[in-house]
């Protein structure tokens, strides 16, 4: 991001921009189930396999800023990503969680310890 965290922009409070890159085809951090919508995510399994590239996710990018000048104001968060190629048909959602996600793998976690 262009400013520090918490930083007041034209009445606007910017709070964070991220920015990750996976670079492995053989990606230890992969769902290896047919995991599904509205299921449960502790229930999906995950681990090391060979990610189609219609699938495989390698850039993501987050930020989150506030309408206005206080922690009160209303958040509007930002969210993309890329992928290797754009054929195939692949199935994408994005799912905001209210807890940590931590399928018990080191490598594969969203929560901090």
Same mark, same amino acid.
């Given at each position: 991001?262009?400013? !520090?965290? /918490?930083?007041?922009?034209?009445? #606007? ?7 990750? &890159? ?8 992969? $769902? ?15 681990? &090391?396999? !060979?990610?189609?590239?219609?699938? *495989? #996710? #390698?850039?993501?990018? %987050?930020?989150? &800023? &506030? ?7 209303? #958040? ?10 754009? *054929?195939?048909? %692949? ?5 905001? $969680? %209210? ?8 490598? $594969?976690? /969203?929560?901090?310890?």
């Amino acid at each position: 991001m262009s400013v !520090q965290p /918490n930083t007041l922009v034209n009445g #606007i409070l910017y709070h964070k921009a991220l920015y990750g &890159r996976d670079y492995c085809s053989n990606d230890s951090t992969a $769902f290896v189930s047919a995991n599904k919508n509205g299921e449960d995510p502790s229930v999906w399994t995950t681990g &090391r396999m !060979q990610v189609q590239n219609k699938n *495989d #996710i #390698i850039d993501v990018y %987050a930020h989150s &800023r &506030r309408l206005g000048t206080t922690l009160n104001d209303p #958040i509007i968060m930002y969210f993309g990503l890329a992928k290797p190629t754009n *054929d195939g048909q %692949a199935f994408l959602s994005a799912e905001l $969680f %209210a807890q940590c996600l931590d399928q018990g793998n080191p490598l $594969f976690s /969203n929560c901090t310890k």
